[in-house]
T-cell receptor, first 111, second 116 residues
Framework: LAKTTQPISMDSYEGQEVNITCSHNNIATNDYITWYQQFPSQGPRFIIQGYKTKVTNEVASLFIPADRKSSTLSLPRVSLSDTAVYYCLGPPGTGANNLFFGTGTRLTVIP | GAVVSQHPSWVICKSGTSVKIECRSLDFQATTMFWYRQFPKQSLMLMATSNEGSKATYEQGVEKDKFLINHASLTLSTLTVTSAHPEDSSFYIC????????????FGPGTRLLVL
């Protein structure tokens, strides 16, 4: 059973850039890494997905180094509404090489 | 696109009764869906993998006779909590596997179950 590893919590002031790093040492060759955002009493919401190097969309950037054993979610200029739990995840499913939900990172944005 | 719905959004039931939760992919077909359970301030725990037209695959420690899963169509999977007890009270979330090759999960909004 392989899980991702992330910092349990982070605090940031409004307007700052936030970088959350996730370790996934057992990622398989063909696996993509996906990041989700979850608010209380809601299902996780897709943020961004990548395989290697850098991916950017309208809400975030994702950096994955060449060895792909980690990934970093970058949120530019966070606001109070970005306060949530952020999870990195590999493909779903059973099996030792699949990545299950880890603890996630609870981001608190401070005014 | 890639919207997943769940019904009901919350349910309160008496101990010993059964509760059915529906998970639907609204704008895409999903041969594979997943059911998760989440306790307060904890992460999501995968309960089972639901495959259209075949039996579900349950994670270790999840009782298949307790949590019945049916995936009768490409857009609907149901989870039935049989003979529910207070310890089954939790937040149940489903996800559907999107198309496109990257195995992206799209999650439903969750169902809050309270067993009295």
């Amino acid at each position: 059973l392989a899980k991702t590893t992330q910092p349990i919590s982070m605090d940031s002031y409004e307007g700052q850039e936030v970088n959350i790093t996730c370790s996934h040492n057992n990622i398989a060759t063909n696996d993509y890494i996906t990041w989700y955002q979850q608010f209380p009493s809601q299902g996780p919401r897709f943020i961004i997905q990548g395989y290697k190097t850098k991916v950017t969309n309208e809400v975030a950037s994702l950096f994955i180094p060449a060895d792909r054993k980690s990934s970093t979610l970058s949120l530019p200029r966070v606001s109070l509404s970005d306060t949530a739990v952020y999870y990195c995840l590999g493909p779903p499913g059973t099996g030792a090489n699949n990545l299950f939900f880890g603890t996630g990172t609870r981001l608190t944005v401070i005014p | 696109g890639a919207v997943v719905s769940q019904h009901p959004s919350w349910v309160i039931c008496k101990s010993g009764t059964s509760v059915k939760i529906e998970c639907r992919s609204l704008d895409f077909q999903a041969t594979t869906m997943f059911w998760y359970r989440q306790f307060p301030k904890q992460s999501l725990m995968l309960m089972a993998t639901s495959n259209e037209g075949s039996k579900a695959t349950y994670e270790q420690g999840v009782e298949k006779d307790k949590f019945l899963i049916n995936h009768a169509s490409l857009t609907l999977s149901t989870l039935t909590v049989t003979s529910a007890h207070p310890e089954d009270s939790s937040f149940y979330i489903c996800s559907a596997l999107g198309t496109g090759g990257q195995e992206t999960q799209y999650f439903g909004p969750g169902t809050r179950l309270l067993v009295l």
